[in-house]
């Protein structure tokens, strides 16, 4: 499978950006698609998760009520609609996969392809 993530770049504090990840290769095996982050000095972090065909998601706490995850199914692309950015949401973001099923959606261990990291930068 082959994740290709874009959408990242800078903006002020309180600005928006979309994040894309496009799944191929074996897309009908990886039923749930996830954002997570690092920051420097930080380990990487849960963003949020989608599973494709219930399209149940789950935020964490810092980013809920701001992100939203989505996902369309003909071109196999999730996406993080970012909103209402802060300087502690500037991270790289990668996109991963997994089945459904392998665990719940936070558990990094259980995602078996993994995007490049795209540069999410926020200023104050």
């Known amino acids: 499978v082959q994740l290709q993530a874009s959408g990242g770049g800078a903006v002020q504090d309180g600005g928006s950006l979309r994040l894309s990840c496009t799944v191929s290769g074996g897309t009908s095996d990886y039923a749930v698609t996830a954002w997570f982050r690092q920051a420097p000095g930080k380990e990487r972090e849960f963003v949020a998760g989608i599973t494709w065909m219930t399209h149940s998601t789950k935020y964490a706490d810092s980013v809920m009520g701001r992100f939203t995850i989505s996902r369309d199914k003909s071109s196999n692309t999730a996406y993080l609609q970012m909103n209402s950015l802060k300087p502690d949401d500037t991270a790289v973001y990668y996109c991963?996969?997994?089945?459904?099923?392998?665990?719940?959606?936070?558990?990094?261990?259980?995602?078996?392809?993994w995007g490049h990291g795209t540069q999410v930068t926020v200023s104050s």
């Open positions: 991963a996969v997994k089945p459904s099923g392998w665990g719940s959606f936070d558990e990094q261990a259980r995602y078996v392809g």
